[in-house]
């Protein structure tokens, strides 16, 4: 059994210690959600643990669980539940990696059969341990979901694959239907808030990605609430168009333990109304920005809503 450092990297991190001097603010309204109880949350939860699979609603905490799994929709978290890196935000255990089940892919892709999904988002931890960083898995499981739901569309969230030559290429081959791969914050803040990344390095996958297979639909994402300012927010939005990014996505940072980074503030519904119509200003072919917006809420209805936005582009020319 591998050695699990559930800290979050809290230790090696200690700007991510609460400030006692600094009392969090308190969660408003619209950030509530109600607890998950429907029948078909429990037949979800029940298939994930048939299947040994692994969640990021629950690894993460996603406060949008109850309304997904309601409705069947998982979005699953291959190469283990124990992630290489510490990020400040994020809930997943850092320490030692799981050995990679090789029964994974299919399992995944039986999931998503028997869930019925027209669409599915696969994700995964960071795994700098591995030579590819877990793109082969990537690779194996897109295909595995080919051959089991062949009309499910498929949307990938890696990692940066950072120092990994070649890792991008093997997924990007296997042609998941959407590409996404998180920016997370405002580069002011990576030192604190996502360490073991670099701004750049993330907005060049992207980019290579459309330069590799431009038919595939790219998506990145940030949280606001960490301490960016919306200048900021504006800029990252103009290097993703840089990078030919299609879809953003922006949702409010929540604090999952004490030991995480601070809530800086909570941003009120209509200030993400106004970063959703500066994005489609600057030309992106979708944006999703609410409190409540993560990287696989209503993925399906938003992949649908892609597909028209670009063919409404393309009509246009």
Not at 4 to 15: F, Q, S
Not at 123 to 138: I, K, M, P, Y
Not at 304 to 311: K, P, V, W
Request: with cysteine; glycine share 6%; proline share 7%.
């Amino acid at each position: 059994m591998p050695q699990v450092n559930t800290t979050k990297g809290a230790e090696r991190h200690p700007e991510k210690r609460k400030n006692p001097e600094r009392p969090q603010p308190r969660r408003p309204e619209w950030l509530r959600v109600k607890a998950p109880v429907s029948v078909e949350y429990a037949e979800t939860r029940s298939l994930m643990r048939d299947l040994d699979l692994v969640t990021v609603c629950e690894e993460a905490a996603c406060p949008n669980i109850g309304e997904c799994w309601a409705q069947k929709h998982a979005t699953m978290m291959i190469l283990g539940s124990v992630c290489t890196r510490a990020c400040a935000f994020c809930n997943v255990a850092t320490g030692r990696p799981d050995l990679l089940d090789p029964h994974e892919p299919e399992n995944v892709a039986k999931a998503v059969a028997k869930l019925g999904l027209k669409h599915v988002v696969i994700t995964s931890v960071d795994r700098d341990d591995l030579e590819d960083g877990g793109a082969e898995h990537f690779a194996r499981t897109i295909l595995a979901i080919r051959l089991a739901s062949p009309a499910t569309t498929i949307e990938v969230l890696t990692p940066d694959f950072l120092r990994k030559d070649g890792a991008l290429e093997v997924v990007v081959k296997a042609r998941p239907d959407v590409f996404n791969h998180n920016m997370e914050t405002v580069p002011r803040l990576y030192p604190s808030i996502r360490p073991g990344a670099r701004y750049f390095h993330s907005l060049s996958i992207l980019h290579q990605v459309k330069t590799i297979d431009p038919s595939i639909f790219t998506k990145s994402g940030i949280m606001v609430g960490l301490g960016e300012t919306d200048e900021e927010v504006g800029q990252v939005m103009d290097d993703m168009r840089s990078a030919d990014v299609d879809f953003m996505t922006i949702g409010q940072y929540l604090q999952p333990t004490p030991k995480h980074a601070p809530v800086d503030r909570f941003v009120e519904p209509a200030i993400f109304d106004s970063y959703a119509k500066l994005g489609r200003a600057k030309g992106f072919l979708l944006m999703s920005s609410t409190p409540l917006t993560r990287s696989s809420y209503h993925a399906d209805a938003d992949f649908a809503a892609l597909q028209q936005a670009r063919n409404a582009s393309l009509a246009a020319s």
